[in-house]
């Protein structure tokens, strides 16, 4: 999403075994405090070292967004495209900054972040899949722009919007529908990410079984693929998945 030459804007199933939620990413039963602890130090941009406080000097603040090699749109145009506010902004792109000095993220750099906080296991693949969801133009980069439009969708949209993002997260070739093929190689990914020592130890069939039961539950007409119609009327049916998606409120 940038502008010509540059991008043009800003841019669940329920538990199934007790030890993975696929909507959140996060074990079952965490406490508010705990996701906003873990969002902040997955989301490189966020990380407790990288987040200077928040200057009230508004020109040093416009000079820094002019000093990186790709220029960021103006913070009140990404205020006004986003349900971020002006601090936080600053305090967003400051960090992003600090972990991106160009200005631009590629997939690679983004995987060896994202390889940083799951050391015990593989995340590369799950990286990957991360990083096609936030580059929405598919150029290869995630400017700012791109992260901050997901970060205001995944923490300040509404339910719909939540899991419209999941959705497209999960539809791995873009053509509105998530096959049995793509949520197994979702779950794939998520299994190498947590690593062969957690506990209790998950067994070599658990990925495709949460396929089955995820398809179970999501296809409602038996098709064989999943809809978004279907994805969300059955997430919003789900107690257990909107107590999820309320966690992320008020998280920044």
Known sequence: MRSRGRKESLAESRDLDG?????????????????KQRLLRLLPCCRPQSIPSVSENSVEDEFELSTVCHRPEGLEQLQEQ????????????????????????????FKQIYSQFFPQGDSGTYAAFL????????????????????????????IDDRLS???????????GCITKEEMLDIMKSIYDMMGKYTYPAMQEEAPREHVENFFQKMDRNKDGVVTIEEFIESCQKDENIMRSMQLFDNVI
């Not at 993002?165 to 053509?175: C, E, M, Q, V």
């Open 19 to 35: 030890s993975y939620d696929q909507l959140t990413g996060n074990p079952p039963g965490q406490t508010k405090k705990a996701l």
């Open 131 to 158: 990083f096609n969801a936030f580059d929405t133009d598919h150029d290869g980069s995630i400017s700012f722009e791109d992260f901050v439009a997901g970060l205001s969708v995944i923490l300040r949209g509404t």
């Open 82 to 109: 986003t349900k971020f506010s002006r601090k936080e902004l600053q305090v967003l792109y400051r960090g992003f900054k600090n972990e991106c000095p160009t200005g631009l993220v590629n997939e690679e750099n």
């Open 165 to 175: 993002w999941a959705f497209n997260l999960y539809d791995l070739n873009k053509d």
